[in-house]
Structures are given as C-alpha cells and as structure tokens.
C-alpha cells in the first residue's frame, strides 16, 4: 500500500482531518494552509485583512484533448484528488469512493471534479478517457488531466499533498490519497483520505456545509 502523507511545515497540516472529522456539526469550515496578515487603508483607516493559501491558476489538457484551465471551477466546489490510471494499490478504492459522489451530485452545477494524473508518461487524453468512461463517468463535471511533471507536481504542492517519482513502490509513484475539498474562491477547506470510508462520509457531510454557506 502506497504511503499517505501531507507536506511537512505548511500551516494547518494538523487541521486537515479535524475540519471534517471533529463531528461536532460546525457550520462552518476552516481554510487550510498557510495565510499572511496584510495591512490595508479603509476609510481613512489601517486594518489588518488576512490572505489564505489558493490553489494558483493552471492550464492542463483534459480527457477530451481540451485544456483546460482554473476559470472551469469558479464559482463552484470541487473535489481534487491525484492518482494514476495503472496505480495498483489505493487508486482504484479512491475514485470508486469519489465515484459515489459523483454518482450523487451528478447534474448539480454547483459541485465540479478533478483528478490529476501522475504518470505524465503514459496517461494520455486517450487513456485518461477509457479509464473516466470504465469508471462510470458520464458527462463533463468530472475531469481527468495530465500535464507536465512540473505542471502536476507543482499543484500537488498547491493541494498540500505528497507526490513523487518512486521506483520502490507498487507502480512506481508514490503519492497520498487524499480527496481535497476546494471551495469557489479557490481555498482548500478538507482534507479527507480517499480510502477510508468514514472519511468519504465526513467529505460528504463537509461539502453539504460548503454548499450551503454559499447559498
């Protein structure tokens, strides 16, 4: 089994499983990352306003050959993950357990997803859109991307996730499996672990709360 990490030294790692695994019915989500105190002029005073960690813009070609960029998700909610089609470990439980969700919000405009491919090598458009097709995916609000190494492992980085080249394990990239719950202004507001179905449940219940915040 692949190993499940966050990066180490960013501010809120800790929080990455209590924003959706306190149960404490909050009604509100914490943004993780870092953040930075910035002093600005309004009416004539100086207060201070306080900038989150975003996810930066990006441009990265789809599984229908079309590239796409960070403007698809304004607006919406969407669930991030990063996996690999040959992955023969935490993959496949990962997106079958995303697929239900999917399978729920199937249709909704305000909830959008997107899986990012490790392996830029091998999975091209073409094999990206035989793998959504043999998932069950069905329209256009779940996307799979590839892009260059930079590229992904750039926006892993972003996401707070681990990722990496690794020929010592199963499939030769070893990668967390976590699902990142991404509000409309781009800020990360869950962490939860693809495999686990308890966390698959909190990602649920913490979206619900995203949504409705939003409305």
């Known amino acids: 089994m692949q190993k499940?990490?966050?990066?180490?030294?960013?501010f809120g790692l800790a929080m990455a499983f209590s924003s959706g695994c306190s149960g404490s019915g909050t009604e509100k989500l914490p943004i993780?990352?870092?953040?930075?105190?910035?002093?600005?002029?309004?009416?004539?005073?100086?207060?201070?306003?306080?900038?989150?960690?975003?996810?930066?813009?990006?441009?990265?070609?789809n599984q229908d050959?079309?590239?796409?960029?960070?403007?698809?998700?304004?607006?919406?909610?969407?669930?991030?993950?990063?996996?690999?089609?040959?992955?023969?470990?935490i993959?496949?439980?990962?997106?079958?357990?995303?697929?239900?969700v999917y399978n729920e919000y199937k249709g909704d405009p305000r909830v959008k997803f997107l899986?990012?491919?490790?392996?830029?090598?091998?999975?091209?458009?073409?094999?990206?859109?035989?793998?959504?097709?043999k998932l069950g995916v069905t329209n256009d609000q779940w996307q799979f991307v590839t892009g260059t190494k930079a590229e992904i492992y750039g926006l892993a980085d972003s996401y707070m996730v681990y990722a990496k080249e690794d020929s010592n394990v199963?499939?030769?990239f070893d990668h967390s499996g976590y699902f990142l719950l991404v509000d409309k202004d781009k800020h990360i507001r869950g962490a939860y672990d693809g495999t686990d179905k308890a966390q698959v449940e909190l990602l649920r219940s913490d979206l619900e709360i995203l949504l409705k915040a939003n409305e």
């Open 4 to 10: 499940t990490h966050f990066i180490a030294g960013l």
């Open 32 to 61: 993780l990352g870092s953040r930075e105190p910035v002093e600005k002029e309004v009416d004539g005073k100086i207060v201070t306003d306080t900038i989150y960690h975003q996810i930066p813009d990006f441009q990265l070609l």
């Open 65 to 89: 050959s079309v590239r796409i960029s960070s403007q698809l998700f304004d607006n919406s909610v969407y669930i991030a993950d990063f996996f690999f089609t040959s992955c023969p470990s």
């Open 91 to 100: 993959c496949p439980i990962m997106q079958r357990n995303l697929l239900e």
């Open 115 to 133: 899986s990012h491919s490790l392996d830029f090598k091998h999975d091209s458009p073409a094999v990206l859109k035989a793998y959504a097709q």
């Open 170 to 172: 199963p499939g030769g």
